[in-house]
């Protein structure tokens, strides 16, 4: 079964920055692309980026060029995301997601969220 | 940026009835190879989203064939029939066709 477990909750003063980790297991994330997305606080949802683990190679959304960092460490099947320069509205929860080759239309997995809280 | 714009429901919905969300996208989401590259999900409260159709209208595995999707290069519609309680939450649908990836606002269901 293919799970996707992500980091716990993270409390961040502005100013700092945060890493966000992704662990996949039941599925090789070198045959895949791990994408990010983000949920403000009763708000919809907001693709982020993603990486090819593969390669290394990341493509994100304009706005979140300065903001998000995307790596991964097949070594481990681990991604992760880290966000810098953090402001109150970074406050948010953060999904990792991936395609597998069964589903390769759509997210068909998606980890359980991270909310990422920003405050002095 | 591709923009995807969703209707509203007409909330609450019976338990029993059907139910159909649209969804419009700014820019055709055909593609060349003959695919359609527009997305559903349903995020339930408290929950991550979950995909439930791809490629405009291929459930996804495990789906119940309560739920289809239809549509043309850029209007949208996903129908649920028979709505039950497990359907509340808030639907999505999204465009996979280029980045950046976007979603709609968002559709939410409410069942009477």
């Known amino acids: 079964e293919v799970q996707l477990q992500q980091s716990g909750a993270e409390l961040g003063k502005p100013g700092t920055s945060v890493k966000l980790s992704c662990k996949v297991s039941?599925?090789?994330?070198?045959?895949?692309?791990m994408h990010w997305v983000n949920q403000r606080p009763g708000k919809g949802l907001e693709w982020i980026g993603r990486i090819d683990p593969a390669n290394g190679n990341t493509i994100y959304a304009e706005k979140f060029k300065s903001k998000a960092t995307l790596t991964a460490d097949t070594s481990s099947n681990t991604a992760y995301m880290q966000l810098s320069q953090l402001k109150s509205d970074d406050t948010a929860i953060y999904f990792c997601?991936?395609?597998?080759?069964?589903?390769?239309?759509?997210?068909?997995?998606w980890g359980q969220g991270t909310l990422v809280t920003v405050s002095s | 940026d591709i923009v995807m714009t969703q209707g509203a429901l007409p909330n609450p919905v019976p338990s029993g009835e059907s139910a159909s969300i649209t969804c419009q996208s700014s820019?055709?989401?055909?593609?060349?190879?003959?695919?359609?590259?527009l997305n559903w999900y349903l995020q339930r409260p408290g929950q991550s989203p979950q995909l439930l159709i791809y490629?405009?209208?291929t459930r996804a595995s495990g789906v119940s064939d309560r739920f289809s999707g239809s549509g043309s290069g850029t209007d949208f519609t996903l129908k649920i029939s028979r709505v039950e309680a497990e359907d509340v939450g808030v639907y999505y649908c999204?465009?996979?066709?280029?980045?950046?990836?976007?979603f709609g606002s968002g559709t939410k269901l409410e069942i009477k």
């Open positions: 997601a991936i395609l597998i080759a069964a589903t390769p239309g759509g997210f068909a997995y």
């Open positions: 039941g599925y090789n994330i070198r045959s895949t692309y």
């Open positions: 999204q465009q996979f066709l280029e980045f950046p990836l976007t």
């Open positions: 820019k055709s989401l055909l593609y060349s190879d003959g695919k359609t590259y």
């Open positions: 490629w405009m209208s």
